[in-house]
């Protein structure tokens, strides 16, 4: 196990530390690039950041010639539904027929799909899943990462969920932040008493902090799920709790759930796909963080992609996330999501990478500690086989990543051919 590493001749390397905090607005739109530079790292830390001809010479158990390649910080992903049991590829025949995703939830499918298969699987099973997708996240460039539950709705499962969780961000060399998403979907038990199903989650909290099993709480506000009245209530009982809270908002139907997490102080608004001028204007006027999903439209096949450029230009900061679960964005691929920030938002790649790294971070509540690389802090770093930042938004839908450092040691490297 290196105890340090030289990765020298970065043709370009991207630092992303030059502002503090979130990056909003038309800041998200410039980037420090460092061209021909070097990165040590010892103990797990970022050491030295210099020139490559400064640092070429110096002694390390592992130097890495770059050879002109891009390098940047890990990436932060920062909205996943990771634990969850089963598979929905039956109802990918229903989206092609277009069945709207609410239709299908409705129907009894969709997360409620989910919530059957994952009632049914054991901590185990859950959990083995769970370091699958891990693992395949890491190999895309992902070094921090939140995870929801939100396929239970019962006390049981949401408590199975989170604790799978937990042992899979201790066991797993990613850092996992975790999200309690009780408030999910309403389920046969509740369908005609969603108040009841937000009282029976309600009751969760204190056992949740107790055993810290989650740092945010989110609930998806949308048409045939919860109320803005609902969430408010909830999300005002999670703060009470000691809880920052996330908000799946405008999505689908235009409810005003932007304006609501603004209102509530919220870490995040999430999808925001639908959000009005009114929400975009109060989002920008807050510090509510914009995390878009292209993924999921893209994905479900209608609807209007998020307005990312009316967001950054009204001054928000805006991350993008993959979405990741097993019914309406199943992919662990953070790159296609970036070039679908690009082709289907309008994002400047500048923007994109702020998205993707210390705007990601901030999400979370990790901007002091991940979505950058800074000497001093923990070396999460990514080689790319790319010339330079333009280069992954451009090359869509595979992988880019030559090798991935989480806290200094190699964690991932691509293979090549067998034979
Ligand atoms: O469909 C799912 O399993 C995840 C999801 N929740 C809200 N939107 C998508
Ligand atoms: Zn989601």
Sequence with gaps: ???????????????????????????????????????????????KIAPSDELKHTDADEKIDCKGKLVTPGLVEPHTHLVFGGS?????????????????????????????????????????????HLNRMATYGITTMEAKSGYGMDRETELKQLRVAKKAGEDHPLDLVSTFLGAHAITEEYKDNPKALLDEM??????????????????????GVFTIEQSRRYLQKAKDHGFDVKMHADEIDPLGGTQLAVEMGATTGDHLAVATD?????????????????????????????????????????AISTDFNPGSSVTENIQLIMSLAALKMKMTPEEIWHAVTVNAAHAINRGDEAGQIKEGRKADVVIWDAPNYLYIPYHYGVNHVNTVFKAGQKLYERGDLLV
Excluded: C, W
């Design 1 to 47: 196990m290196a105890q340090t590493t030289l990765l020298y001749n970065i043709g370009q390397l991207l630092t992303m530390d030059q502002h503090d905090g979130p990056v909003r607005g038309e800041k998200m739109g410039s980037i420090d690039v460092k061209e021909n530079y070097a990165v040590f790292m010892k103990d797990g830390k970022v050491e």
């Design 88 to 132: 929905r590829e039956h109802e990918m025949a229903l989206k092609q027929q277009g069945v709207p995703y609410l239709e299908i939830l409705k129907q009894g499918g969709g997360i409620l799909s989910t919530v059957r298969s994952t009632r049914k699987a054991s901590e185990k099973e859950l959990y083995e899943r769970a370091m699958f």
């Design 202 to 223: 309600a009751s969760m909290f204190d056992q949740i902090k107790e055993e810290d099993l989650a740092e945010f709480v989110d609930i998806f506000t949308e048409t």
């Design 278 to 318: 009114e929400g975009i204007k109060e989002l920008a006027n807050s510090n509510t963080i914009g995390v878009l999903l292209p993924g999921t439209i893209f994905y479900l096949g209608k609807g209007e992609f998020a307005r990312a450029r009316d967001m950054i230009e009204a001054g928000a900061a805006i």
